[in-house]
């Protein structure tokens, strides 16, 4: 999936697409992208439901460009702006409005899994503020853990190539303290 997003949305290929007024493009390439079972398919048909809407088109299509590539000292609005959008759709989740960034950025920007990474937080004595619905703050303690379990890694020389492996490791210890690593469900 971060080859396709990459491929398809990277930087040039985006602005290349935004320039054409092709929206629609971008709303396909991103249900594709959300083709994974990371995303609740509950979450995912929201999602879909949502794009389905033409004129949700292009205000998705900016807000997920400046998501991935608007400036660091604009984030929050980014991060914010994107939500706002996702929730005219009815698919504000927190996997939805956190997996681009997460793909895109090789794992750096975490992605939500709510329960897992709520479950992480408290066993490492974090204040996640979780709320349900996603929001800044949570974002910013999420990223916060990410980088206090790949620290915590790092202490114990296993070192982590990217958040996708710190993701990993987060998944995998909620699953082999729920007793159902390596079983199928």
Known sequence: MAIELKDKLGKDAFEKVLRDGNYAEVCKIAKSILGTNLVFKIERAKFDDGIKNVAK???????????????????????TTFCDVLSEMDANRWTIATYF??????????FMK????????DSLNIALNYKAQPNWLTYVKLQELAKRVDLELRNRNL????????QGFIWTSIQIEEGKYGKSQ
């Open 57 to 79: 088109h292009e205000p998705f299509a900016n807000a997920l460009y400046g998501l991935l590539y608007g400036s660091d000292d604009t984030e929050e609005a980014h991060f």
């Open 101 to 110: 960034q997460f793909l895109a950025s090789d794992g750096k920007r975490m």
């Open 114 to 121: 709510p329960s897992a990474m709520r479950r992480m937080a």
């Open 159 to 166: 070192n982590p190539r990217s958040g996708i492996d710190v």
